[in-house]
């Protein structure tokens, strides 16, 4: 009886088990702390921006040999602006690329809406996966396919130009658009949804009037996003485009073969401003969706 009473009523000041002890919460990981993380970490950032920054570097030289510096000068970004080839070709990858993000935003908007504004059903994990499907196959073998289909089309059809050009962009470029669109539906309360609706609002008043609005910066991410893919697409559109079809990173491309030049380290310049001004747009757009 004793030794059950000391079991159940342990004596004032007698040290508590190890068991009852409150456990010490472990330091908290950090992947900074890992040895060599931050020599990692810089050699990464060096072998990404050391070219990047080189190049735009040489495209302020004066010299023609495009990796002998001699003095500073802009004469090269003049020539570049003034060379009828290259205009041709930044304005039909522009025409492209508006074109491609436009309608693609549009068909991802349609689909993130009929993915996350429906009661769940079965086969909504396969149709996910149909439409991010392009982001996990190689791109060269979108290209062959899409040519493949696309000569079939020519020859019963006799159908040429740069609709199929303009198609293969759209359709390469619908899952980018797709997922932050869908990110933002996701992340967006239904109450006012919910609202709309208990105020007698037709489905489609609640759509303009409430989740449009609230849609607004995911579909101006996405819509960036796949513009920015496709201006900047060499694969795809090396397989797809037809004669007098040259975009602009085709007409890079093409320039390179013949060696590189000033002009082209110039204009190279000139497509980076661009994109990285694309890119930080979408990143404040996106940024937005959170507040």
């Not at 931050?38 to 990404?48: G, N, P, T």
């Not at 735009?56 to 003095?71: C, E, K, L, P, R």
């Not at 693609?104 to 009929?114: N, S, V």
Request: net charge positive; proline share 6%; aromatic share 12%.
């Amino acid at each position: 009886m004793s030794a059950v009473a000391q079991t159940e009523s342990p004596r004032a000041g007698s040290p508590q088990p190890v068991a009852a002890r409150a456990p010490r919460r472990g330091r908290r990981f950090d992947v900074k702390t890992l040895p060599g993380f931050a020599v990692m970490a810089w050699f990464c950032v060096v072998a990404l921006y050391t070219p990047i920054a080189v190049l735009v570097a040489y495209s302020f030289n004066d010299n023609t040999a495009a990796v002998i510096w001699t003095q500073f000068s802009l004469r090269w970004y003049g020539i570049a602006f003034t060379d009828d080839e290259i205009r041709d070709a930044a304005l039909l990858s522009l025409k492209v690329a508006f074109l491609a993000s436009l309608f693609a935003t549009t068909f991802a908007t349609m689909a993130a809406l009929a993915t996350t504004r429906v009661p769940q059903y079965r086969g909504l994990t396969f149709i996910y996966a149909v439409i991010n499907q392009p982001l996990m196959v190689p791109e060269i073998v979108t290209g062959i396919a899409t040519i493949v289909f696309f000569g079939l089309i020519r020859q019963a059809t006799g159908i040429y130009g740069i609709g199929y050009l303009i198609t293969a962009h759209i359709v390469f470029c619908i899952p980018f658009a797709y997922l932050p669109i869908r990110a933002r539906l996701e992340d967006m309360d239904r109450t006012f949804e919910t609202a709309a609706g208990d105020l007698y609002a037709t489905p489609w008043k609640a759509f303009r009037y409430v989740t449009f609005p609230l849609l607004v910066p995911g579909i101006l991410g996405g819509a960036m996003l796949a513009f920015l893919v496709s201006l900047d697409d060499v694969v795809i559109s090396v397989l797809v485009a037809g004669p007098g079809e040259t975009t602009l990173p085709l007409y890079v491309v093409s320039q390179i073969k013949r060696g590189i030049t000033p002009e082209l380290n110039a204009m190279a310049t000139m497509f980076l401003c661009a994109s990285v001004i694309l890119a930080t747009t979408f990143f404040i757009i996106t940024r937005r969706k959170a507040k």
